[in-house]
């Protein structure tokens, strides 16, 4: 079991940066063990992945509409894992969401994670 928690969350101007964490706290594995993931939901859409991050912090993997824009990290030391957003534009505003899962990093792009936070919402403002 793995319960996460985020924040950071908060309202920006346009071109503005916020970093999200993500806390998690695990019964019967590590915290590394998971891969880590952030995905969003804007209003009437579907959730989207953002980014993602392999067990061991080396490998990353991003939609194309975040791509030299947002960071995903992770320190499992602190079982945390983070996304740092930079030139923030009005369509990265949504709810984001923080997910576990047991499947690689690259593989939560298409199938999502095992676990989910409950959001933090991001309002991007122009």
């Known amino acids: 079991q793995v319960q996460l928690v985020e924040s950071g969350g908060g309202l920006v101007q346009a071109g503005g940066s916020l970093r999200l964490s993500c806390e998690a706290s695990?019964?019967?594995?590590?915290?590394?063990?998971?891969?880590m993931g952030w995905f969003r939901q804007a209003p009437g859409k579907e959730r989207e992945f953002v980014a993602a991050?392999?067990?061991?912090?080396?490998?990353?993997y991003y939609t194309d509409s975040v791509k030299g824009r947002f960071n995903i990290s992770r320190d499992n030391a602190k079982n945390t894992a983070y996304l740092q957003m930079n030139s923030l534009k009005p369509e990265d505003t949504a709810v984001y969401y923080c997910?576990?899962?047991?499947?690689?990093?690259?593989?939560?792009?298409?199938?999502?994670?095992?676990?989910w936070g409950q959001g933090t919402q991001v309002t991007v403002s122009s």
């Open positions: 997910s576990a899962a047991l499947i690689t990093g690259a593989s939560m792009r298409n199938r999502g994670g095992d676990y």
């Open positions: 695990t019964s019967g594995r590590t915290f590394s063990t998971y891969s």
């Open positions: 991050i392999s067990r061991n912090g080396i490998s990353t």
